[in-house]
């Protein structure tokens, strides 16, 4: 047989152990979950193997549980972004869910999905935490008027646009003016004007959320 | 706010979508491993190996300028795949093993040539063509391992783009080594590692940007 006669052994075979450890770790292909620990691991196999109801109830499952874990975490949060968070991760939890091993216990690669998304989302949030204002009902002086503030910063945002966007802004958004009225003030038609408002305001909520990181 | 989707909706919509592919790494790494053996195979058609290589693999310090890559390549590549998985904590340290005897050979080599002559001889002859060669083989593997990593879920998408750009990095070096005549460690050690370095930094560039989920 010729080949035998060809064929030796590598002679160096580099780090023979760690090759064993290795390609246990590449060992991915097992198609079904050999042994189901509980509850969450049968009802995401299921799901994975396009059982949509089991994840329905898998999700159903893990919410009031990932919840808690972004309550505990995000505290300085108010719990709106608190359930903006959790829709987050269980959109993570869809998308991803092929890299859970079925016959891996769930918990783990749970936790591991869920705090990725929430680093991720104080992360994009930056420093712009929301504290609820309830907290402070108490301390804070009887409700005057929010309009010096709201004022200075409107007119600080208006003054980083162009003048005629901010113009029409002005007359529609702040003094009330329909379109055509302001409009006519800058000298374009109607519909400009509404065009010209609706691209305003498309920047300003986009420096907003500058501002606010 | 007001048209803000409820949790439960989101659980019944993801609940219809039809569930991701299974993720399969072992695939993956065999994408990555083939497109840097078709460089290597089109370089050393086109370049030739070395005449002597028979013999020279014969010689330890030669045949260390292969295993020393090959074994950082097999132990980077399976550790990338594992860090697609969230849950999953690969054997960093076991990368530390092929540096550390490349380190040793430097070192030792380094004791036994003179002061004088260490300069030439990291020099070589052949800087130019080595740190191309291994940059360009390892750049298609890089990109194109990166990009299909995006089904995985790595939750250190720096460490897993530098760790597939050091697989490939690693593993182009060491079909390069086949080609390339210079043997002097002080030469191969210095040439190989900042080629391998720069296909780590590509790997860890382009992970941090394309693997944020």
């Known amino acids: 047989m010729a080949f035998m006669d060809t064929y030796a052994p590598p002679r160096h075979c580099p780090l023979p152990a760690i090759g064993g450890i290795l390609l246990r770790s590449l060992a991915d292909e097992r198609e079904v979950a050999l042994e189901p620990q509980g509850e969450w691991e049968r009802l995401l196999t299921a799901a994975n193997a396009g059982d949509g109801a089991a994840f329905a109830r898998f999700l159903m499952q893990i919410t009031p549980v990932i919840r808690g874990i972004i309550r505990a975490r995000a505290v300085t949060m108010g719990p709106d972004e608190h359930e903006d968070i959790l829709q987050e991760v269980l959109l993570a939890v869809h998308l991803k869910r092929g890299t859970w091993q079925g016959d891996r216990p769930v918990r783990p690669w749970l936790y591991a999905v869920a705090r990725h998304k929430i680093v991720d989302a104080f992360r994009r949030r930056g420093s712009a935490v929301h504290v609820p204002i309830e907290t402070f009902a108490e301390t804070l002086p009887e409700d005057r008027s929010d309009e010096p503030m709201a004022a200075r910063d409107a007119a600080a945002m208006l003054s980083q646009i162009d003048e005629r966007s901010a113009q029409i802004v002005r007359a529609i958004a702040i003094e009330g003016e329909n379109a055509e009225t302001a409009g006519e003030r800058v000298g374009i038609s109607a519909g400009a004007a509404r065009v010209t408002m609706h691209r305003a305001m498309k920047r300003l909520s986009s420096l907003a959320e500058r501002m606010t990181k | ?213």
């Not at chain 2, 491993?33 to 002597?52: E, N, S």
């Not at chain 2, 002859?125 to 083989?137: D, F």
């Not at chain 2, 890089?142 to 690693?170: K, Q």
């Open chain 2, 1 to 213: 706010m007001s048209h803000r989707q409820t949790t439960e909706d989101l659980i019944a919509s993801l609940a219809a979508m039809p569930a991701p592919p299974r993720l399969r790494m072992s695939r993956i790494a065999l994408q990555i491993v083939g497109l840097v053996a078709i460089g290597i195979f089109a370089l050393l058609f086109t370049t030739g190996l070395r005449p002597d290589l028979a013999e020279a693999l014969t010689t330890p310090i030669t045949l260390a300028k292969t295993a020393i890559p090959l074994s950082l390549a097999a132990i980077a590549l399976p550790a990338a795949m594992l860090t697609a998985r969230p849950d999953a904590h690969p054997p960093l340290w076991l990368l530390a093993l092929p540096i550390a005897v490349a380190v040793a050979l430097y070192l030792a080599t380094m004791a036994g040539t003179p002061v004088s002559m260490i300069p030439q001889r990291i020099i070589g002859v052949s800087i130019a063509t080595c740190l191309t060669s291994i940059t360009a083989l390892s750049l298609t593997p890089i990109i194109v391992g990166t990009a299909l990593m995006r089904r995985g879920a790595t939750t250190r998408p720096t460490l897993t783009g530098a760790l597939i750009g050091l697989a490939s990095g690693a593993g182009a070096a060491a079909g390069y080594a086949l080609h390339c005549l210079d043997d002097n460690p002080l030469f191969f050690v210095t040439w190989y590692g900042i080629g391998i370095a720069i296909a780590t930094a590509v790997g860890a560039i382009l992970g941090r940007h394309w693997l944020r989920w």
